[in-house]
Nanobody, 123 residues
Framework: QVQLVESGGGLVQAGGSLRLSCAASGRTFSSYTMGWFRQAPGKEREFIACISWSGGSTYYADSVKGRFTISRDNAKNTAYLQMNSLKPEDTAVYYC????????????????WGQGTQVTVSS
């Protein structure tokens, strides 16, 4: 069992940066792939990025490639999403999720979810 809690969301102007954190409970955090998703009002949950259990492999959606960076610190049971050059279309609730396997981009593949953190980018 893994429990996830996101933090770090907020209001930022276009072009600004935010770093989201995802704190995990449980001793098995390091065995899970971690993913980040987002969901804007009226839209489906969208895959953003994932990182393998070791941190050695990452994968990004085209919409955020070059602007967002996913990372993890297994000693701290925490995953991160550094978001730079934010745009108004990045406004959404951001969720972290855990999956036993690497590379999944569909929400239904992920076993555990956090409650989400709101990111609002003003123009």
């Amino acid at each position: 069992q893994v429990q996830l809690v996101e933090s770090g969301g907020g209001l930022v102007q276009a072009g600004g940066s935010l770093r989201l954190s995802c704190a995990a409970s449980g001793r098995t955090f390091s065995s899970y792939t971690m993913g980040w998703f987002r969901q804007a009002p009226g839209k489906e949950r969208e895959f953003i990025a994932c990182i393998s259990w070791s941190g050695g492999s990452t994968y990004y959606a085209d919409s955020v490639k070059g602007r967002f960076t996913i990372s993890r610190d297994n000693a701290k049971n925490t995953a991160y999403l550094q978001m730079n050059s934010l745009k108004p279309e990045d406004t959404a609730v951001y969720y972290c999720a855990a999956d036993r396997n690497y590379g999944a981009t569909r929400a239904y593949n992920y076993d555990y979810w956090g409650q989400g953190t709101q990111v609002t980018v003003s123009s």
